[in-house]
């Protein structure tokens, strides 16, 4: 079992993944996850990926091909894994492609979740994520049990944004502003969307309407993976 999650920043990627992975029992691998905790931690990663993330650019292939390789040698993947994030440029399908082959692997599911761009300002801009664990949130779309909002009854009040199960502080992303995503959707229509060409012939694609509720995508979502509710 070795499946891609494929869709724009904003489209509910990290938000399905973690229950697909709870559902299939093999790590959800999302690759802005591992390269946010590379930033934190400091590593010489991070130090390279950082400024190109918060302008909202594309962290080169070398870089990201590493982090992949190294993290599906782990044990945990040995049943497969859900990519999130990954491939985003031809080079790293090649790059995916040739890792799998040498396992006698392919990709066996891309799940393409269509949402138009118009829709994906308020989700970014409206996000708040637990760092540690990469849950996300949404002010509007799925407030955290503990907000409490301001005067205007719609700002939240940032000290009581906290995550539903460990109480943690939320935050949101450096990268989640209107600017930085006009970025990642550019190199999403110019670099992304046409590696799906190279997945088609294989009959793998399973394409999502994700401009729909989270429980409505959900649901399509099991049904892409012949699964029911
Ligand atoms: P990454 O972290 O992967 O960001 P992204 O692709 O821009 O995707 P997002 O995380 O923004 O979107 P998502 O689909 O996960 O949305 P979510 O479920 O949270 O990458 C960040 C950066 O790292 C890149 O820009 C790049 O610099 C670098 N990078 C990463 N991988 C790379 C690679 N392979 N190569 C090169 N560089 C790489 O949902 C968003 C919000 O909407 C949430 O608040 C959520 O609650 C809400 N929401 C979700 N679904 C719904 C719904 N159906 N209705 C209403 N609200 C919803
Ligand atoms: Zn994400």
Same mark, same amino acid.
């Given at each position: 079992n070795i499946m891609i999650l494929f869709g724009? %920043? @904003?489209? @509910?990627k990290g938000t399905h993944g973690p229950k697909i992975e709870d559902l299939l029992g093999i790590p959800a691998l999302s690759t802005g996850d591992m390269l946010r905790a590379a930033v934190s931690a400091g590593t010489e990663v991070g130090k390279q990926a950082k400024a190109v993330m918060n302008a909202g650019g594309l962290v080169s292939d070398e870089i990201v091909v590493g982090i992949i390789r190294d993290r599906i =040698?782990?044990? *945990?993947?040995r049943f497969g894994f859900i990519l999130d @994030?990954? %491939?985003?440029t031809l080079a790293q399908t090649q790059a995916l492609d040739k890792m799998l082959a040498e396992e006698g692997a392919c990709v066996t599911k891309v799940i393409e979740l269509e949402v138009p761009d118009s829709v994906l300002e308020e989700r970014i801009t409206g996000r708040w994520i637990h760092k540690a664990s990469g849950r996300s949130y949404h002010t509007k779309f799925a407030p955290p049990k503990s907000m409490k909002v301001g005067p205007d009854k719609k700002?939240? !009040?940032? *000290?009581?944004? =906290? *995550? *539903?199960?460990?109480?943690e502080p939320l935050m949101q992303r450096s990268d989640d502003t209107a600017s930085a995503l006009k970025k990642r959707l550019a190199g999403y229509h110019n670099?992304?969307?046409? !590696?799906?060409k190279h997945y088609q012939p294989n009959g793998v694609v399973k394409a999502v309407?994700?401009?729909?509720g989270m429980d409505g995508v959900w649901t399509q979502i099991l049904s892409a993976l012949e699964r029911s509710a």
């Open positions: 724009p %920043p @904003g489209a @509910g =040698k782990e044990s *945990d993947c @994030g990954f %491939p985003r700002t939240p !009040i940032a *000290d009581t944004m =906290k *995550d *539903d199960k460990t109480g670099e992304t969307v046409p !590696i799906l309407n994700a401009n729909q």
